[in-house]
């Protein structure tokens, strides 16, 4: 069998587009209202919309899979990408355009780009190129994590000014698991740890002591629907009290493909990060575990590939893309189930949205670049290979 088919990871190339077709059916069904009614546009229009940013996802996808993956450690790649990371950013506080009170959006009419999306993958990329490069000193805290710390803290703290509190709090939770796995002595590593423990405590103590201060009329009413939805269920819990009626309405089975009720103005953006609850209405558990199921299988595959690959760059990208997957995803779940505040973040693959499902599956073609390598170095070895 020829060698390049045989590397291929092929649970990584179909259980991304099967999740994302299921994405693109459900998006249909769940934006089928607010099209009409809210837009006051054809009720297809974001389904058609969805479905183009997938053609086009999926054609970077393969794009990405056949480029080389060691050529985004260069220098020549990472100084424009972090640049314009920054750059990008900074942009936003005088031309960003404002959608559902964040000012994260570069609006060119026809399509719209959410920067802190591709600031996602530039961290994973960065972070990796650097932690690579600083093996032979990877001890010296000083030389070794500080340039890359101030570089991470930097591009989250401009997306925090949007205010866009959940993409900030993914970038540093992926720059947290890179860390993690940079090489870093376990001595140093339990101290920063530490260190990263005091400082969430102390800042969750002034946010509770002084939430006027630290946060956004909008950020308080989150924080108070979600300590009090069924109190605050006409305002503030409105949002978690209607994904909690639509996945308790949807029981194992569901009410059936369309027959969602909550969508029909009483699930706030139904398309977008709230799409699981009309998912579990309509599919009920089987339709969630579809769900859950495929993404755990892209993040525990992905979380393979960073432990076969012996190249540390391409195994730092792979936890960091995995990580990125795994987060994003709990961070949307947790806020529908009422196990975290909503922060307005997106289901990968599944929710309305073209900037997220492009760099998603352009982070997916970079992993399985990084996979179908380590397979072909591990066939040329003569090592078994255990899919």
């Known amino acids: 069998m020829n060698l390049r088919y045989r590397s291929f990871d092929f ?53 990405m899979s056949n480029v080389n993956y060691k050529l985004f450690k260069s220098s020549k790649i990472q100084i424009p990408m972090v640049f314009s990371a920054i750059l990008s950013l900074l942009l936003l506080m005088v031309f960003g355009s404002v959608k559902g009170n964040s000012q994260g959006w570069f609006d060119f009419g026809i399509i719209s780009f959410q920067p802190a999306e591709f600031c996602k993958l530039a961290i994973i990329l960065y972070l990796s190129a650097a932690f690579h490069n600083k093996q032979q000193y990877i001890n010296d805290i000083n030389r070794s994590l500080m340039p890359p710390v101030i570089v991470l803290i930097t591009i989250a703290f401009l997306i925090l000014q949007q205010p866009d509190f959940g993409s900030a709090a993914i970038i540093l939770a992926i720059g947290f698991c890179i860390i993690i796995c940079s090489g870093l002595d376990w001595k140093k590593m339990s101290v920063i740890i530490a260190i990263i423990l005091i400082i969430l405590g102390s800042a969750l103590t002034l946010l509770i002591k002084f939430p006027d ?19 605050t269920g006409q305002d503030d819990g409105y949002q978690l009290v209607g994904s ?24 706030p953006e139904a398309h977008t990060d709230s799409i699981i609850a009309v998912i579990a209405e309509e599919f009920g558990f089987i339709g969630v575990a579809f769900v859950l199921g495929s993404l755990l299988t892209i ?18 990208v792979a936890i960091g893309i995995s990580s990125m997957i795994a987060i994003q995803a709990f961070v949307n779940l947790g806020g529908m189930t009422g196990l975290i505040p909503i922060t307005g973040v997106t289901l990968p693959f599944v929710s309305y949205g073209g900037t997220s499902l492009l760099l998603t599956f352009i982070s997916m073609g970079i992993l399985v670049n990084i996979s179908m390598q380590t397979e072909r170095q591990r066939l040329k070895s003569g090592e078994t290979i255990v899919q």
């Open 11 to 63: 649970t990584l190339i179909v259980v991304p587009i099967l999740l994302s077709i299921f994405g693109v059916v459900m998006v249909y069904s769940a934006s089928i209202y607010s099209t009409v009614v809210r837009h006051e546009v054809d009720s297809n229009l974001f389904f058609t919309k969805q479905l183009t940013f997938l053609i086009i996802s999926l054609v970077a996808f393969f794009v």
């Open 213 to 231: 201060k630290f946060m956004t009329e909008e950020q308080q009413e989150r924080i108070t629907g979600y300590l009090h939805p069924f109190e």
């Open 244 to 267: 909690l009626l639509a996945i308790g309405n949807g029981g194992m089975t569901g009410v059936g493909f369309g027959e969602s009720t909550q969508k029909y103005g009483y699930l």
């Open 299 to 316: 993040v525990v595959k992905g979380t393979i590939v960073s432990m076969r690959c012996k190249d540390p760059f391409g195994s730092m």
